[in-house]
């Protein structure tokens, strides 16, 4: 792998920071700790954090997100979440997965799907049937409610190879076959989605009725069997039947029905194979 490009600050902040966006402070690091650390420790709304590589990443059940320099992008953003809005807080964490759907199929014609709550999983042979469904994105959503914010942390894999990639269920943009892709235009279209989407959020009522549709057609965990690794450390086993308005995945077992507003969901082949 030859040399990677440094990020460009002034054109993420150029096209971030204009009389259309929300977005108000861009901060851009070539290398940082976190992007979500930085951004707790100074949480402001709207405020943005962009790193091409971070030396402590942080994903859902404290795992690390490793990535070699410049091989990836990591943008980590804080938007408000209203305390008076406490019943649809559990949407947001959604709408950031949602948000990177998009951007990754306008930027790169990637056709993904969400993993329950937000992993964005693509597939390296676009059109096989039987190809199987590999993680290219995460996302951290971490709250802050004194202040009414939340920051949303994602990661994505834009071009690393296999020996470069942290497990085997993950993919990058490059091994799907999409070539010079710039991590800027990824975090621009990515920050533009998320914006649109809040603001669908912040309004409520059929604004937040389309946003819930429009998540479950993208799910690919509804209808699989799945174990969910719950924060207790149990595990529930069952169907994902559905995600309710709250943002809670539904699971079916024997005899019985459960919620889940949190957890690390598995989604379980009839082969006996697992895709985390």
């Known amino acids: 792998m030859g040399v990677r490009a440094a990020l460009d600050p002034q054109a993420l902040k150029s096209a971030l920071v204009t009389t259309q966006s929300p977005w108000q402070i861009v901060d851009v690091h070539e290398s940082l700790d976190s992007t979500n650390l930085e951004a707790l420790r100074g949480p402001r709304p709207w405020r943005v954090v962009v790193a091409g590589h971070q030396s402590a990443g942080r994903g859902r059940m404290l795992r690390r997100w490793e990535a070699p320099p410049g091989a990836s992008i990591a943008v980590s953003c804080v938007v ?3 305390v008076e809005r406490a019943a649809d807080l559990g949407w947001l964490p959604l709408l950031a997965g949602m948000a990177m759907r998009q951007a990754l199929a306008d930027v790169a014609d990637i056709d993904a799907r969400l993993k329950w709550p937000n ?3 693509a597939k390296e042979r676009a059109g096989d049937p039987l190809a199987p469904w590999l ?8 709250m802050v409610p004194v202040a009414g914010l939340v920051v949303m942390g994602a990661g994505v894999n834009i071009d690393q190879n296999p020996p470069e990639l942290p497990v085997e269920t993950a993919t990058s943009l490059a091994l799907c076959g999409v070539g010079d892709v710039r991590r800027e235009d990824v975090v621009v279209r990515y920050l533009g989605a998320l914006a649109d989407l809040h603001k669908a959020w912040a309004g409520g009522g059929a604004g937040l009725d389309a946003l819930r549709a429009a998540y479950r057609l993208s799910c690919l965990t509804i209808g ?16 994902a039947t559905g995600v309710d308005d709250d943002g809670r995945l539904v699971v079916a077992g024997p005899g019985s ?11 379980v082949r009839r082969s006996h194979r697992a895709v985390r």
């Not at 799945?226 to 924060?231: K, S």
């Not at 029905?257 to 989604?267: E, L, M, N, Q």
């Open 257 to 267: 029905r459960t919620v889940h507003a949190a957890g690390d969901v598995t989604h």
């Open 135 to 142: 993680k290219i994105s995460g996302i951290l959503c971490e």
């Open 119 to 121: 992993d964005v999983l």
């Open 80 to 82: 408000p979440a209203s």
């Open 224 to 239: 699989l069997d799945v174990d969910v690794h719950r924060p207790d450390g149990l595990v529930t086993h069952g169907t």
